[in-house]
């Protein structure tokens, strides 16, 4: 396992200034990734354990990071906070963060930081930010990412019941926030995101880019090979499942599974286990991408 240091660009983005944070694993020779952390749409920043440590890690197994500091949506102060969530009450709506995404992507794609293959990847709405962001790209000509790379994403707005196990062990946790994600809550996320009710944004339907879960088999069809790693007692693994399915059924070279023993959010706690085999299991596919190239 090398080392790793950080440098950091502020861009010109599509949409004003663009922080980015690289971490560099000590040569540009290997596979790398742009990563998005999680938060809601409206919350994280690039110093959370899902964006810190996680892009340390694969640095120090030898992939390069860009981990992207992209705008947030609002949280109005009169509504309910979850989790201890700061009040967001200025920020923007899709589509800024995927916008940004794409940029950013692009621009390290183009830049000398790595050789690459590139990849791209996420955490909870980060997940869901990195998906749209890369059928976009498949939609627009590309750079394409060689890999997408989900953590526990969410992916649909109108979030499908979760079969009698999960609920099971959804209502037995102790600890009650597990149970955050339940359809009323998840539609109010979307609805910070996206800038309105889910059936009013702008442009109508919400757009396949801001709810990857609703895109068609041929929407799908040249969506990049795909490692999902979904937490286990946690509601939002109803749309990642769902989502994995969509992609078998576009002919999408697609691998999901659950980490046991953990609920919502798990590479936030690198104090336990589990986010250390999740990082690993990422590791592995993203260094993979580059033996897949070489001569």
């Known amino acids: 396992m090398g080392s790793s240091n950080t440098s950091e660009r502020v861009l010109e983005g599509p949409h004003g200034d663009l922080r980015v944070r690289m971490y560099h694993p000590g040569t540009p020779t290997g596979p790398a990734i742009v990563w998005l952390h999680g938060g809601g749409f409206s919350g ?6 899902e964006a810190d440590w996680v892009s340390r890690s694969l640095a120090q197994r030898g992939i390069l990071v860009v981990s992207v500091d992209y705008a947030l949506a609002p949280w109005p102060p009169e509504r309910a906070l979850p ?7 200025h920020g923007v709506h899709y589509p800024v963060a995927v916008d940004e995404t794409v940029f950013a992507f692009r621009w390290a794609v183009g830049s000398d930081l790595a050789d690459g293959p590139w990849a791209i990847g996420g955490a909870s709405a980060g997940a869901n930010i990195a998906a749209g962001s890369a059928l976009r790209l498949t939609h627009e000509g590309g750079p394409v990412p060689a890999l997408v790379a989900l953590a526990y994403p969410t992916l649909l707005a109108v979030q499908p019941a979760p079969d009698a196990e999960l609920r099971a062990a959804l209502d037995a946790h102790p600890n009650p926030e597990v149970s955050i994600f339940k359809p009323a ?4 996320m979307y609805q910070n995101y996206l800038g309105g009710p889910l059936d009013q944004v702008p442009g109508g ?14 929407q799908l069809a040249r969506f990049p090979s795909t490692v999902m790693i979904n937490s286990d007692t946690d ?3 109803v749309s990642g499942e769902a989502f994995a399915t969509k992609l078998r059924d576009a002919g999408v070279n697609v691998d999901v599974s659950t980490e046991p023993n953990t ?9 336990e286990p ?19 190239t070489s001569p």
Not at 283 to 291: C, F, P, Q, V
């Open 44 to 49: 994280g920043d690039l110093e959370m354990p």
């Open 83 to 89: 989790l201890g969530r700061e009040v967001v009450p």
């Open 185 to 188: 809550w998840v539609a109010l």
């Open 205 to 218: 339907d919400a757009p396949v880019y801001a709810v990857p879960g609703l895109a068609t088999t041929e």
């Open 235 to 237: 509601e939002l693994r």
């Open 263 to 271: 609920v919502h959010g798990h590479l936030n706690r690198p104090h």
């Open 274 to 292: 589990p986010a250390h085999e999740s990082l690993e299991a990422f590791a592995t596919r993203i260094n993979a991408l580059a033996e897949a």
